[in-house]
């Protein structure tokens, strides 16, 4: 990737980032005081203890937010841990306790249908956030560009293939089956490898986004193409770094693995050299956004639609690729990552390389 391209991404994510501060402050400045919330309950339900951004930093982020705005809402949080049934049960607690907006990052999209239903029945607002729910319509629906991140991992791999002069076939490892926005990434990625020139020896997809499981399956297309492998096209940092996992058991060299989500280890991996991609989608953009729209519906407005996906109206932010090239830039120069989180004992070395302190 181009040093002139990288520079933009960089400047890109601090204009988006601003744009969301603009937005949220907007919002605020029309809502009255930050305690006009009565009181209200506001759910906030995600997916998965398998990564470790939700309890990092969806959570706080939200709840952050939530206070600064309502300082009198009350925010219900749970996880699912990967059980769809269990996230059925905990909508239903936050009904009962009278919620009145239910934010969903949900385990199985097609299941979370009966959970927009229910909401919507008794009068809560739905809001689908990172994950759509294309069988029920939700109220509102906040993420990144899914199906971009597919198509920027992709192009990204298979433009530094192109360059390095590999030859050989791509893996391609997806995410969850049950998740609609893992089918969106899918979707992407195919746009990009699909045409590339590189064969697609065998793709899986990663049932509940498990690292271990995407191990697995990628140390038997190790045994069955040993060295024909010359990428891999990972839909997030656990499927990712479960890959490289793979590829460091059997023995064998790494090859260019992509990721998604600008996850710390993925970071530290990045600047060590065995991860060639991330994506950039700080999650304060998302979080933020969700809890303005949230606020909107505790007050009984109706948030404006930026776009729509599923006949849901949506906004979908734009994400950006982050390379060993661009890792200073995009995650420490603007603020969403600190040196002294990523640049342990192993990895310091590597970041002193690159200027990061």
Request: glycine letters at 8%; one cysteine or more; hydrophobic letters at 40%.
């Amino acid at each position: 990737m181009k040093k002139v391209q990288l520079r933009a991404a960089a400047l890109a994510v601090s204009a988006l980032v601003a744009g969301a501060a603009l937005t949220a402050c907007s919002t605020e400045s029309d809502s009255g005081s930050p305690g006009s919330g009565d009181g209200a309950k506001v759910a906030f339900l995600m997916p998965d203890l398998a990564s470790t951004r939700y309890e990092l930093q969806d959570k706080p982020l939200f709840e952050a937010k939530m206070k600064e705005l309502c300082s009198d809402c009350d925010v219900i949080y749970q996880n699912a841990d990967s059980d769809a049934a269990k996230q059925q049960q905990q909508a239903n607690s936050a009904l009962a306790q009278g919620a009145k907006v239910i934010v969903i990052d949900p385990v199985d999209s097609a299941a979370a249908a009966s959970i927009v239903k229910t909401a919507q029945s008794q009068g809560a607002a739905v809001i689908a956030y990172d994950r759509p729910i294309p069988d029920a319509p939700a109220d509102y629906y906040v993420s990144f560009d899914n199906e971009k991140i597919g198509s920027l991992i992709g192009e990204s791999l298979v433009e530094h293939l192109k360059a390095e002069k590999a030859e050989g076939g791509i893996l391609q490892v997806n995410g969850s089956p049950t998740d609609a926005a893992a089918m969106l990434i899918k979707k992407g990625i195919h746009s990009a490898v699909d045409d590339s020139g590189f064969e697609l020896l065998a793709e899986y997809d990663t049932p509940d986004w498990e690292p271990a499981k995407a191990q697995s399956w990628v140390s038997g297309q190790i045994a069955q193409f040993k060295d024909r492998i010359a990428g891999v096209v990972a839909a997030n940092d656990g499927t990712g770094g479960g890959t490289i996992a793979a590829f460091k058991a059997a023995g064998a060299d790494v090859p260019p693995v992509t990721g998604n989500d600008a996850e710390i280890a993925a970071a530290q991996r990045i600047i060590n050299g065995d991860q060639y991609n991330t994506i950039s989608k700080p999650i304060k953009i998302v979080a933020e956004a969700s809890a303005v729209v949230a606020h909107a519906f505790v007050k009984g407005e109706k948030p404006e639609a930026k776009t729509t996906l599923y006949d849901t109206p949506s906004e979908l932010f734009v994400p950006t690729v982050v390379t060993r090239e661009n890792v200073k830039e995009v995650l420490f120069d603007s603020g969403i990552m600190k040196a002294a989180d990523v640049c342990t004992a192993e990895y310091q070395k590597a970041c002193t390389e690159l200027g990061i302190q």
